[in-house]
């Protein structure tokens, strides 16, 4: 992964400003580099800016060149689509791929035929164009700015807030709509920028989760983004979801009323459905296996030379999870352990946040008398206990309920892989702690999102991705030590819940449209997860200098659900915990997890309690006020 920035500027020097810097430095700690190019005349020109994550073969500098000029800043993997050898690096790959192009068809098939996650600025030195873009679902942050008076267009991974309230903040992400393309000749000419866009278009007659978006936000007048002329487009590289509706009338959906434990197991007596559990394994098991191996060691020099020495033990952690126990991050778990080096541990970050005093509630008194001898045992040790305990007044507030599923959840994965290390990490967020990063860093990784929900969520991901916090010392003993994560990989299960019905808002469409409506609703959550979730959480796991990895997201993944009806994925029509993400919960139960796989949904601003430690009145959609930094 990588911190990439290209400032292009017709009248003035162009400037990367000192925060933006910091925060690509953040995502990039491996390598930083900078690029100046003059494009047509002296006074037009392009400043390129590259901060290196090493994630795979050897460490390659950017901007990488190559001897006609040519040159790309890649933030991207590259799981499938092209070849990429164990000791090659993607980024020389693509570079090698995309100067042997001629034309922008070229162009737009080498990037359609990436699959993995990706956002590219890429300089075409023969056409004097700037090519940049995102994937399919937009799992890499690219945001844009232009300078309401000089010809300035900045394009970056992050960006940061408005210095004030009364500045209004020109940043947008970049629609992950297709591939966009500027020629520097015409700017140069005509002092304006025009911007093509290249979409992707899904097959003939089926419906395309994205709109090529031809009006961007907050365009000064030099400027105006418009289709390519040649109709040029990029093949969406997943198949296009299945449409019907007619769910056939001996459905298997519907067990008997009983536990939905056994309601599950009886759904694995249909071999048909069982061939489909199976698949979604195997697919699923195949898109952790790429995102979990041929990671390069941890460096023990600090130098950013690419020639860097390396040192590998199996006491370091190369991968964490985004974990609360919920089905999603279990099934994770389980298959990351299938493909890590059964001598590597593996880091599962739960995070919790404490409430304020002034909102902590007092327990009734007939809840203290139930809790009567239990309370007493918590008030702490004797001296002649074998380790010493947790102060459980104080920690007792971070039992939110993300904790105490986490904690079921790792008696679980105990059980299945008793041999692999598991490191279940608390991460403990105080208020001081949660105001002070989000005012130092966490707005601007946030930004420019800017809603409540954006807020709870960005905060929950950072604190959590950052991987400080504590675990236990020795099974059955409270004593916990410090503890921080060194992997470089956070797997994380968004995805799944748009894919699969998790959602409460698809069962009040289901109930109001019906199968109909609940298409609608799924097609409609691709389609959106750019804009809403991938860019930030790119962004707000990447300051830690990691990179976020979403296997449910993967290109086969998402094909092979595509291809289900809507039936076999979900059936909202059972209760909670079961109905929704229904082929998902055959799968848990497939790979032999039993709590865990009949687990409601809990969003994790709720599951963490950071959603309690504000203004209970505020509405996920409100604007946040705590995310404005003066």
């Known amino acids: 992964m990588c911190?990439?920035?290209?400032?292009?500027?017709?009248?003035?020097?162009?400037?990367?400003?000192?925060?933006?810097?910091?925060?690509?430095?953040?995502?990039?700690?491996?390598?930083?580099?900078?690029?100046?190019?003059?494009?047509?005349?002296?006074?037009?020109?392009?400043l390129f800016s590259a901060h290196v994550l090493h994630m795979k073969g050897r460490l390659t500098a950017q901007p990488l060149q190559d001897t006609v000029g040519n040159l790309l800043l890649w933030n991207g993997e590259v799981f499938g689509g092209l070849a990429v050898g164990p000791e090659e690096?993607?980024?020389?790959?693509?570079?090698?791929?995309?100067?042997?192009?001629?034309?922008?068809?070229?162009?737009?098939?080498?990037?359609?035929?990436?699959?993995g996650p990706w956002a590219v600025l890429y300089y075409e030195a023969a056409n004097r164009c700037i090519w940049f873009g995102r994937d399919y679902f937009g799992r890499r942050s690219l945001l844009w700015?232009?300078?309401?008076?000089?010809?300035?267009?900045?394009?970056?991974?992050?960006?940061?807030?408005?210095?004030?309230?009364?500045?209004?903040?020109?940043?947008?992400?970049?629609?992950?709509?297709?591939?966009?393309?500027?020629?520097?000749?015409?700017?140069?000419?005509?002092?304006?920028?025009?911007?093509?866009?290249?979409?992707?278009?899904?097959?003939?007659?089926?419906?395309?989760?994205?709109?090529?978006?031809y009006a961007w936000e907050d365009l000064p007048p030099y400027a105006s983004v418009v289709p390519n002329a040649s109709g040029v487009s990029l093949r969406a590289p997943i198949c296009a979801m299945n449409t019907s509706t007619a769910a056939p009338q001996n459905c298997e959906n519907a067990p008997s009323p009983q536990l939905p434990m056994e309601a599950l197991a009886e759904l694995l007596l249909h071999s048909e459905r069982v061939g489909k559990v199976n698949q979604l394994?195997?697919?699923?098991?195949?898109?952790?296996?790429?995102?979990?191996?041929?990671?390069?060691?941890?460096?023990?020099?600090?130098?950013?030379?690419?020639?860097?020495?390396?040192?590998?033990?199996?006491?370091?952690?190369?991968?964490?999870?985004?974990?609360?126990?919920?089905?999603?991050?279990?099934?994770?778990?389980?298959?990351?352990?299938?493909?890590?080096?059964?001598?590597k541990p593996i880091d599962l970050l739960n995070v919790a946040f404490k409430l304020q005093e002034a909102k902590m509630q007092p327990q009734s008194s007939n809840s203290n008398k139930k809790k009567g001898k239990k309370a007493q045992n918590k008030q702490g040790p004797t001296t002649d206990e074998p380790c010493n305990q947790r102060d459980m007044n104080s920690t007792g507030r971070f039992d939110v309920p993300d904790r105490i599923t986490g904690r079921d959840g790792l008696l679980e994965l105990r059980r299945l892989s008793p041999e692999r290390r598991w490191n279940f990490l608390e991460i403990n967020v105080t208020p001081e702690e949660l105001q002070s990063a989000r005012q130092e860093r966490i707005s601007h990784l946030v930004h420019p999102l800017d809603t409540v929900l954006d807020d709870s969520i960005g905060c929950a991901v950072w604190f959590a991705s950052r991987g400080v916090g504590a675990m236990a010392t020795a099974d059955g003993c409270p004593e916990q030590k410090p503890h921080t994560s060194t992997a470089k990989?956070?797997?994380?299960?968004?995805?799944?819940?748009?894919?699969?019905?998790?959602?409460?808002?698809?069962?009040?469409?289901?109930?109001?449209?019906?199968?109909?409506?609940?298409?609608?609703?799924?097609?409609?959550?691709?389609?959106?997860?750019?804009?809403?979730?991938?860019?930030?959480?790119?962004?707000?796991?990447?300051?830690?200098?990691?990179?976020?990895?979403?296997?449910?997201?993967?290109?086969?993944?998402?094909?092979?659900?595509?291809?289900?009806?809507?039936?076999?994925?979900?059936?909202?029509?059972?209760?909670?915990?079961l109905g929704e993400k229904l082929l998902l919960r055959l799968a848990a139960r497939q790979l032999g997890l039993a709590a865990s796989a009949v687990l409601p949904k809990r969003a994790m601003q709720f599951g963490s309690?950071?959603?309690?430690?504000?203004?209970?009145?505020?509405?996920?959609?409100?604007k946040c006020k705590r995310l404005i930094t003066e």
């Open 145 to 213: 700015h232009l300078d309401p008076a000089e010809v300035v267009l900045t394009l970056t991974s992050v960006a940061s807030c408005p210095a004030s309230v009364s500045e209004p903040s020109q940043w947008h992400e970049v629609p992950a709509a297709g591939i966009f393309r500027l020629d520097l000749e015409d700017c140069a000419h005509h002092k304006e920028l025009i911007i093509e866009v290249f979409p992707w278009v899904e097959a003939a007659g089926c419906p395309s989760v994205h709109n090529p978006d």
């Open 3 to 46: 911190g990439i920035c290209c400032v292009l500027s017709l009248s003035v020097s162009p400037v990367l400003p000192d925060r933006v810097r910091k925060t690509l430095t953040n995502r990039g700690p491996d390598h930083s580099q900078d690029v100046t190019k003059s494009v047509i005349c002296p006074d037009f020109r392009c």
């Open 89 to 115: 690096n993607d980024t020389e790959v693509m570079l090698q791929h995309l100067s042997a192009q001629t034309d922008s068809a070229g162009i737009c098939g080498v990037l359609s035929r990436v699959r």
């Open 281 to 343: 394994i195997e697919v699923l098991s195949e898109a952790v296996r790429r995102r979990v191996q041929s990671l390069p060691c941890r460096s023990s020099s600090t130098s950013s030379s690419p020639s860097l020495e390396q040192s590998c033990t199996n006491d370091q952690t190369d991968i964490a999870i985004l974990f609360s126990g919920g089905i999603d991050s279990m099934i994770l778990a389980v298959l990351a352990d299938r493909h890590v080096p059964a001598d």
């Open 489 to 577: 990989v956070v797997l994380t299960g968004i995805g799944a819940d748009e894919q699969l019905a998790g959602y409460s808002r698809h069962r009040v469409r289901f109930k109001s449209d019906g199968l109909p409506g609940l298409v609608r609703e799924l097609a409609m959550e691709l389609g959106r997860i750019s804009s809403r979730n991938l860019g930030r959480d790119d962004r707000v796991i990447g300051d830690h200098g990691k990179e976020a990895r979403f296997p449910y997201l993967d290109e086969d993944v998402v094909s092979f659900l595509n291809q289900l009806p809507v039936w076999e994925k979900a059936d909202l029509s059972l209760p909670r915990g």
């Open 609 to 622: 309690r950071i959603a309690k430690m504000e203004n209970s009145r505020e509405k996920a959609s409100d």
